[in-house]
């Protein structure tokens, strides 16, 4: 399985930054896309920044501007960076990954989440 862990989050006043981190792990043979999810109580879950392994990044309108998200190919690691913060990205914040695992020679599809940070910016 492709284990996905994440790090950073807290709290934090509005205006402040905060940095997350995720590494993956596992039988990995392709991971094209990482990204982080973020979910607020009696939210859906929503897109916050993805990035491909070929260096594409995209952003929600919430936060464009204001966070950015990097990827690191060779450790498996993303990382997104918060700036300016606000109350309304109080959240818990999900990394996610898609790609390609290698199981017994064949390559098969995998989508995988880790457990969640909180982040909560106080006004």
């Known amino acids: 399985q492709v284990q996905l862990v994440e790090s950073g989050g807290g709290l934090v006043h509005a205006g402040g930054s905060l940095s997350l981190s995720c590494a993956a792990s596992?039988?990995?043979?392709?991971?094209?896309?990482m990204g982080w999810y973020r979910q607020a109580p009696g939210q859906p879950r929503e897109l916050v920044a993805t990035a491909t392994s070929y260096g594409r990044a995209d952003y929600s309108d919430s936060v464009r501007g204001r966070f950015t998200i990097s990827r690191d190919n060779t450790k498996r690691t993303a990382l997104l960076q918060m700036n300016n913060l606000k109350p309304e990205d109080t959240a818990v914040y999900y990394c996610?990954?898609?790609?390609?695992?290698?199981?017994?020679?064949?390559?098969?599809?995998?989508?995988?989440w880790g457990l969640g940070t909180q982040v909560t910016v106080t006004p």
């Open positions: 996610n990954a898609k790609g390609y695992r290698d199981v017994v020679g064949e390559q098969t599809e995998f989508n995988s």
């Open positions: 596992g039988p990995i043979f392709s991971l094209n896309v």
